[in-house]
T-cell receptor, first 112, second 115 residues
């Protein structure tokens, strides 16, 4: 799926902020940007989503570029538990089922 | 509250046998999805249920695969005459509704191994 592009892997030290980029240069005006993550041997887990404005929740922040062609998932203080594969996905606003299709994602490694 | 549950967590079966995988979605969620994930691969959509509407079966890889959802709640994915290429983790997810920006909540998955 070439709809989003992410780096294959990133590393972070524990307690430091992590910025995970995603490129979605062909995004349409009605596509939401969703982020999921998958910890080892677990099912995927929803992280955050947004449309145009930056979003914050208890897990992370999502910064969306003004032209919406890219976004950044921000983990404010990485912990060992945040080591996972992070997936950036475009989903349509409505009218069709939100079938998730994960690409390779970004494998985040967190070290002490 | 309770999340999405799936059973069994692991299933080993011989080639040619039929298997049934079960999913209990979050109460009140009208949308239910089945996906599978092969080792080291991304997520593959299989089938989608939304309320009482006809299911979207566009992702089922062959007619050996079928699924039903009884009473708008529990769902069963059935694989007939299993093949080795069916070995994967089968994931179930539910969401409040199926379309739009609603997050999907995943179960822990069923790891199917066909020998």
């Amino acid at each position: 799926d070439a709809k989003t592009t992410q780096p294959n892997s990133m590393e972070s030290n524990e307690e430091e902020p992590v910025h995970l980029p995603c490129n979605h240069s062909t995004i349409s005006g009605t596509d939401y940007i969703h982020w999921y993550r998958q910890l080892p041997s677990q099912g995927p887990e929803y992280v955050i989503h947004g449309l145009t404005s930056n979003v914050n929740n208890r897990m992370a922040s999502l910064a969306i570029a003004e032209d919406r062609k890219s976004s950044t998932l921000i983990l404010h203080r990485a912990t060992l538990r945040d080591a996972a594969v992070y997936y950036c996905i475009r989903l349509p606003l409505g009218g069709t089922a939100s079938k998730l299709t994960f690409g390779t994602g970004t494998r985040l490694q967190v070290t002490l | 509250g309770a999340g999405v549950s799936q059973s069994p967590s692991n299933k080993v079966t011989e080639k040619g046998k039929d298997v049934e995988l079960r999913c209990d979605p979050i109460s009140g969620h009208t949308a239910l999805y089945w996906y599978r994930q092969s080792l080291g691969q991304g997520l593959e959509f299989l089938i989608y249920f939304q309320g009482n509407s006809a299911p979207d079966k566009s992702g089922l890889p062959s007619d050996r695969f079928s699924a039903e959802r009884t009473g708008g709640s529990v769902s069963t994915l059935t694989i007939q005459r299993t093949q080795q290429e069916d070995s994967a983790v089968y994931l179930c997810a539910s969401s409040l509704v199926g379309h739009g920006p609603y997050e999907q909540y995943f179960g822990p998955g069923t790891r199917l191994t066909v020998t």
